[in-house]
């Protein structure tokens, strides 16, 4: 299946919900990458069979690749939230609060 633009992201934005929802159950978090791997292979294959035009290998690699994207992509929305807020906080680095040396 020769995926477009569009289902690359639906692909991605699925496996992004489905991760989202499996965080707060007992499964452990350090597991959640490798589920959301095969997730997206799953729903990439499943996907092509839907459309009825399936080429495996290429799917399952764009699903893997949904996998990791989606993982990287809570990973680094977490962590500049996160950055922008102690930013905020802290008052973005104070010019009274460099060190000298």
């Not at 699903?63 to 802290?90: C, M, P, Q, R, Y």
């Amino acid at each position: 299946m020769t995926f477009n633009v569009d289902s690359n992201i639906a692909i991605l934005v699925i496996v992004w919900l489905i991760v989202q929802v499996l965080k707060p159950t007992k499964i452990n978090n350090h597991l959640l990458p490798l589920i959301a791997v095969i997730v997206g292979a799953l729903v990439a294959v499943g996907l092509s069979f839907y459309t009825k035009d399936t080429k495996l290998v290429q799917d399952i690699v764009l699903g893997v690749w949904a996998g990791f994207a989606s993982t990287g992509l809570n990973e680094t929305a977490t962590k500049s939230i996160t950055s922008i807020i102690d930013g905020f906080a802290n008052g973005f680095g104070k010019v009274g609060d460099k060190k000298t040396e």
